[in-house]
Structures are given as C-alpha cells and as structure tokens.
C-alpha cells in the first residue's frame, strides 16, 4: 500500500514537472524568442502575443524572453570638441528599448543574450555618436536663447541608426550637463563680455540718435510756438498802440492836465514800496508834496526845476528826506 502510494505521488509529481516544462508565459510588456533544438524558424519563432503560451518539453523547445520597455544608457563626463575650436565636457544619455517592428526581436536575439548585455555593449557606440553629433556645432549653438541643442540632441539619435541593424530601437538622446574647463570658461567670458559691449554700444548710440531727434523736434516746435507768439504779440502791440494813439490825441487837448497824470502816476509808483529819497522838493513829481508850490493858470502845482538840485540853492528848502512805505505796513521804528 505504501509502495502504491509512492507510485501515485511519484506519478503526479512527475505529470506536473511536464506540464510545467510545457507552458511558458509572456507578459504585456515583453517579446520572446522560441527555438526549437537550438534553431530559430525566421519570424515564426518570434511571440509577441502575452499569455500563456505551450511548448514541447525538456531540452526541445527554448524559451527565452526580453524586457520591451524603455532602457537608460548614461554615459559619463566627455571631453567634445566644437567647430569654433571650444573644449566642452557633456554628459549624455539615450533612451532605448528592443525593436519590436518586424525581424527586430530576432535580431536583438542573436546580437545580445540579455538586455543588459546590450545596454553595457552599445555604450562605446554611443559615445562615438555623441562626439560625432555635438561635433558638428558651434559652442554658442549648445547654449543661450538661441540654442540649436535639440538639433544635436537629434544629430547624435542619427548618428545611433546604425544599432537598429541589431534590434536596437533608439528613441531619445538627452544632453543632460555642460561643463567648460576653465581656460574655456574664460575664453567664452571675454567673447561675451566683447559681445555685450557692441551690443551696449549700439543701443548707446541709438539712444543718442532718438534724443537728438527729440531735442531736434522739440527745438522745431518751440521754434514754431514762439514765431506764433511774437506774431500774436506783434499784432497785440500794433492794436496797443493803434488804442493809445487814440488817447494820445484826447491827452494833446490838455497837455497839463496829461502832465499832471503822469507825475502822479511817477509818484505812486515810486512810493509803492519801501523807499528812503533824498531829493530837493521842488524836482517834479516831487513838487507836488510841497504845499507852496507854484501853480499854473489851472491851478496845477509846477516844478521849480527838473533837475535835483543837490546843493539846496532853489529858493525852496534845500532838499527832502523821506522815509516812505506801503500803506498800513509798519516801519522800523514803529512799535
């Protein structure tokens, strides 16, 4: 009974090693390679489809499976020569995965027996390329508003084309760092720091020119406004003038009487502000202070000379001081 049961067990153990010896899965994001005997039936061998999959046991049928999903390759810090003769050091990487579009996988297959070892193989190549692509621009085309790195980015993607030959897919090349040796760093300083210097020479001069240009027209335009106003007070004068001609013929009916206006107008305006005179009382408009004046037949009081008499030898008392100020305001000795 014992032995029986050992049969039994030995039995299912071994229909379970066989059933499992000739099934196999693939999933979603992987591609196998199915060989028979050692030898690949061209595309037939490829399984794309995930699933669960059947096979011929033990050592007849070989399954072997690949990772369909992106791969990083980085590369370290390398020294890249521009056209311009500047030194750089760039470190990349590229993003890359199985081909997956017609024989790609069979040949990843019989290039490279896992992923890994294809990502360690293609490293060299991709350094070269790297080189190759970066090499074709100019230090300045690498950086600054107007960088072309995209370009060189796709430069070196083309120049890694050539791996699809072995069932690499390249999908992304990145430049992730640029560094400049400091010969180099200083080198690109003295170029920027001459560029900058046009560059605010330029901007100097053009700023000169637009200000010349608005001193020239505001010049035009005061020019003009003052042609305008010396017309406009040309015409005021001349219609003055025209109105005082009017009134100088009413004053040459009464001669004195405008002479009389006029010495009160002289005096108002002389005592109109803080104003010490030292002049003889019988110079005209001063006479009119001096009560004793003489008078014309209309009774207008006349200046005994009109010229001050400094040395007081008019008949009049010799000479005035006074100390005149505007009405309501307080002199220096008042309290």
């Known amino acids: 009974m014992t032995k029986s049961l050992a049969i039994i067990i030995g039995l299912i153990l071994l229909a379970a090693l066989m059933l499992f010896s000739m099934t196999y899965t693939v999933n979603f994001h992987e591609v196998a390679i199915k060989t028979r005997f050692g030898q690949v039936d061209g595309e037939n061998s490829i399984v794309r489809t995930p699933g669960l999959k059947f096979r011929l046991p033990l050592f007849m049928d070989k399954v072997t499976t690949f990772d369909t999903r992106l791969q990083l390759r980085e590369n370290p810090l390398e ?3 521009t056209t311009d003769g500047q030194q750089v050091v760039v470190r990349a990487y590229l993003m890359w995965k199985v081909r997956e579009d017609g024989d790609g996988p069979l040949k990843f297959f019989e290039s490279y027996s896992t992923v890994e070892e294809a990502n360690a193989a293609i490293g060299d190549q991709f350094k ?26 796709a430069a070196i993607t083309n120049e890694m084309a050539s791996v699809r030959s072995k069932g690499i ?20 300083l003295d170029r920027m720091k001459a560029g900058r210097t046009v560059l605010s020479e330029t901007e100097r001069f053009k700023g000169q020119a637009e200000a010349s240009a608005l001193q020239n027209r505001a010049k035009a335009q005061a020019d003009k406004i003052r042609a305008f106003a010396d017309q406009r007070a040309a015409e005021i004068r001349a219609e003055g003038e025209q109105d ?5 013929a009413l004053m040459s009916e009464a001669q004195d009487l405008a002479v009389f ?3 009160l ?18 110079f005209a408009p001063l006479h009119l202070l001096n009560l004793d004046s003489a008078t014309d037949r209309h009774g207008i009081p006349q200046p005994a000379t009109t010229q001050p008499d400094i040395a007081g030898t008019s008949g009049t008392p010799a000479g005035m001081s006074m ?3 505007p009405s309501g305001a307080k002199g220096p000795n008042d309290g």
């Open 244 to 248: 005082a001609a009017k009134y100088y």
């Open 169 to 188: 897919e390249p999908v992304n090349v990145g430049v992730t760092q640029l560094v400049l040796p400091p010969r180099t760093a200083q080198a690109v």
């Open 79 to 81: 020294t890249v020569q």
């Open 128 to 153: 070269t390329a790297m080189r190759s692509g970066l090499s074709r621009f100019a230090f300045d085309d690498l950086i600054g508003d107007n960088s072309r790195l995209a370009e060189a980015e």
């Open 261 to 263: 206006l006029q010495w």
């Open 265 to 282: 107008d002289a005096l108002k305006t002389s005592l109109s502000q803080y104003t010490t005179v030292v002049l003889p009382s019988s």
């Open 323 to 325: 100390n005149t100020q």
